[in-house]
DNA sequence: CTATTTGCAAATAATTTGCAGTGCG
DNA sequence: CGCACTGCAAATTATTTGCAAATAG
């Protein structure tokens, strides 16, 4: 994927109206950087972000890319793999499970599921990589969240 | 889960072996930031097994409490969320997918899949919460990790 | 006894923020 | 032309490490 991309230009443009109605401005450091992130396929830390776009605009600044990359997020372009800022979190349970995640608060709770722990993954997938287990995260509001919303 | 429970007593048995055959010296410490961890299921930070733990033991260190989660997570007593030491990473692709994992290198490789969008999720979740999207890791060994291992 | 382990304090790494100058609308 | 934005440097937060004293085996 480089810069001629129709993909690119159509998330380009897709910006350009997502800063207008925000009220945002478009710099030049603003399209280097979403033009990065959007030409990857590799989920890039903001470091790696930095690294590539400081190529072409040596003078730009490693806290400019954050700012830029959580702007994007909070705009809608871009999401972040997993959580925001995580911190270490220890699980005492071993066994093969999976996690019910709410969005609204960020418990995370363990289940267990038979079915969940060999699903049939995507022929395609052999091209990728040989799969030794699935993990599925349910997301949603958990029921303490959900009923707080109702009042 | 309290401390009398059959389940954790069972483990810290389990801990006092592992700890033997590792050449690891049982300590007092030690003991209570395992019992602590295995005790919950709210996947703790470090922080809040400290906190949790200094109530009985005012005297613990924080960094007791990272060293010994540690240990405990190299003898394989416990695991954590998510990998070890988490950097943000973004991700342009905001369609429904799921990712392949590499256990190895770390490489995540997005993959859509109409299927895995909404599997049919345990009858007991219902409990947790209401579900809104399922999301698949499928972990595994990339090619170029597996090409590498075969040398 | 003596090698590990602990607690303290200082070091790192990733990310965020205050501020004065710069540039988009 | 004014306010949002940038770059720099300094601050924060989570986690790690060096070292002398404490302790398990």
Redesign the interface.
Known sequence: MHSGDPEVSR?VKEFREAAKSAGVKLTHQRLEILRE??G????????A?YRAVRVRMPTISLDTVYRT?WL??DL???????P???????????KHHHH?V??RCG?????M?A??DH?R??E??L?????????????????Q??QAREL
């Open positions: 998330r992130v959007i990857r396929t590799d989920h890039p830390s903001a470091e972000v990359l994007l997020t809608g372009v871009v999401t972040t793999l997993g925001r800022r995580e911190v270490v979190r220890f699980d005492p349970n071993l019910f709410c969005m418990l995370v709770q363990d289940f599921s079915d969940f699903i993954v995507p395609a997938l091209a990728v990589g040989e799969a030794t287990s699935t993990h599925v995260d349910v997301r949603g509001v958990c029921i969240c959900a």
